[in-house]
């Protein structure tokens, strides 16, 4: 049974950066979308970036933009999430999850806020606190 795993969360200062990682391993698919999911303190999941095994670019969430990098290494089948500029609003739990590339893209352009049944695969979350 495959699996993703997140790694690297912590708590930071605001303006301090972030790194995470997650691992693939045993997905049904050679070819796959990987995307960075988050959840607020009582609020619902919600995209943050989507990366691709195809031509299509990566997808960045407007509150993201400019100082969050999502990137894969293939070969390793790792994706990261370099987080720079961290805001206390950027406070979540930050969740891992694959599909294949039409889902993943078809569920970023069409729901908001996916669930979790949405993905095939989740890890199980990593958590990201920004405070003074």
């Known amino acids: 049974e495959g699996q993703v795993v997140e790694s690297g969360g912590g708590s930071v200062q605001p303006g301090d950066s972030l790194r995470l990682s997650c691992q693939a391993s045993?997905?049904?698919?050679?070819?796959?979308?990987m995307a960075w999911v988050r959840q607020a303190p009582g609020k619902g999941l919600e995209w943050v970036s989507a990366?691709?095994?195809?031509?299509?670019?990566?997808y960045y969430e407007d509150s993201v933009k400019g100082r969050f990098t999502i990137s894969r290494d293939k070969a390793k089948d790792m994706v990261y999430l370099q987080m720079d500029r961290l805001k206390p609003e950027d406070t979540a739990v930050y969740y891992c999850?694959?599909?294949?590339?039409?889902?993943?893209?078809?569920?970023?352009?069409?729901?908001?806020?996916?669930?979790?049944?949405?993905?095939?695969?989740w890890g199980q979350g990593t958590q990201v606190t920004v405070s003074s």
């Open positions: 999850a694959a599909d294949q590339d039409f889902r993943v893209q078809w569920l970023v352009a069409n729901r908001p806020n996916p669930y979790k049944d949405d993905l095939a695969y």
């Open positions: 045993g997905l049904r698919w050679s070819t796959y979308g």
């Open positions: 990366i691709y095994s195809d031509f299509n670019g990566p």
